[in-house]
Nanobody, 128 residues
Framework: QVQLVESGGGLVQAGGSLRLSCAASGRTSSSYAMGWFRQAPGKEREFVAAISWAGGTTVYADSVKGRFTISRNDDQNTVYLQMNNLKPDDTALYYC?????????????????????WGQGTQVTVSS
């Protein structure tokens, strides 16, 4: 299994920026694609962005393209989500996820939960 711990959430005004971090431990050698999802109150969890562990291929949801950037530090087993020009609609609990088998980052959103590890989430609140 892979353990994931998110950090970096908080309260920010619209137009501001936040940087989320996700530290992975455990069987990180078996963790390939990693990414971020979010869940707003009363809504289903949705895909935000994903990155391959080697190669740096990235994919984004249309709603965050041009504003969010996902990156990773292989030496520290950490994935980041830089969020710029935040909007009130970005308010949500943000979860880090890691695949447990080799898949491209575009498939991270479609894996069964048994094929993914999840963090506990970090809250992002954007005020208008």
């Amino acid at each position: 299994q892979v353990q994931l711990v998110e950090s970096g959430g908080g309260l920010v005004q619209a137009g501001g920026s936040l940087r989320l971090s996700c530290a992975a431990s455990g069987r990180t050698s078996s963790s390939y694609a990693m990414g971020w999802f979010r869940q707003a109150p009363g809504k289903e969890r949705e895909f935000v962005a994903a990155i391959s562990w080697a190669g740096g291929t990235t994919v984004y949801a249309d709603s965050v393209k041009g504003r969010f950037t996902i990156s990773r530090n292989d030496d520290q087993n950490t994935v980041y989500l830089q969020m710029n020009n935040l909007k009130p609609d970005d308010t949500a609990l943000y979860y880090c996820a890691a695949s447990l088998r080799l898949v491209p980052p575009s498939e991270l959103a479609t894996l069964h939960d048994a094929e993914r590890s999840w963090g506990q989430g970090t809250q992002v609140t954007v005020s208008s």
